[in-house]
């Protein structure tokens, strides 16, 4: 997929755990962890801006677009 998940980057760069943003964000920790590493199809705008509201940061810190090898 092209889009790339950097989650985990900015969850370490503002030292918050996957269960403490889980628990502020109001989803589950498996949820969360499944973003945070990237075995999602999609995520809700409702939940980006949550995570985004409570990272501090732009959907842009979280979502990187790479080139598709197979565009």
Same mark, same amino acid.
């Given at each position: 997929?092209?889009?790339? /998940?950097? *989650? ?9 755990? *996957?269960?403490? $943003? ?9 949820? *969360?962890?499944? $973003? ?26 979280? /979502? ?8």
């Amino acid at each position: 997929m092209a889009i790339i /998940l950097r *989650l985990d980057r900015v969850m370490a760069d503002r030292k918050i755990s *996957l269960n403490e $943003l889980a628990e502020r964000v109001g989803i589950t920790n498996v949820n *969360l962890s499944n $973003l945070k590493t990237g075995k999602v199809k999609a995520i809700r705008f409702s939940t980006l801006n949550a995570i985004c509201r409570e990272l501090h940061c732009q959907p842009g810190d979280i /979502l990187e677009y790479q080139k598709d090898t197979k565009e």
